[in-house]
């Protein structure tokens, strides 16, 4: 099972990325897939999940009317897009799968893990 992330940058505060997370086929089976970030010194935190069958997302309170997460079944592929973007969203930014049709919260929870990917947001 393969995950890769992509779409890291450096922007300024207000402004917006989209990350992408690119499953394998046999992660593709994963029944919900979630955004994961870890600042500086910080514990991994829950960003952003979504149920890969109905679609149904869940968000941490700090990115709710700015983040959006989406699936692409055709690609196999997860979105994060990232709007009005703050210092405080600086971060390895992770997408990971979880065998179970429950969303999770916590990153010991899902079974499998992309490399992270690097957004830094300056202001």
């Known amino acids: ?5 992509s779409g890291g940058g450096s922007v ?3 402004g917006s990325l989209r990350l992408s ?19 500086p010194g910080k514990e991994r935190e829950f960003v952003a999940a979504i149920r890969w069958g109905s679609g149904r997302t869940y968000y941490a309170e700090s990115v709710k009317g700015r983040f959006t ?15 009005n973007l703050t210092p ?10 979880r065998k179970s049709p429950f969303c999770a919260q916590t990153a010991l ?3 499998y893990w992309g490399r992270g990917t690097l957004v830094t947001v300056s202001s």
């Open 1 to 5: 099972v393969q995950l890769q992330a």
């Open 69 to 83: 997460t989406s699936r692409d079944r055709a690609e196999n592929t997860v979105y994060l897009q990232m709007d």
């Open 12 to 14: 300024q505060a207000g």
């Open 21 to 39: 997370c690119a499953a394998s086929a046999r992660a593709f089976s994963s029944h919900v897939m979630a955004w994961f970030r870890q600042a």
């Open 109 to 111: 929870m899902y079974d």
């Open 88 to 97: 405080d969203d600086t971060g390895v930014y992770y997408c990971a799968a």
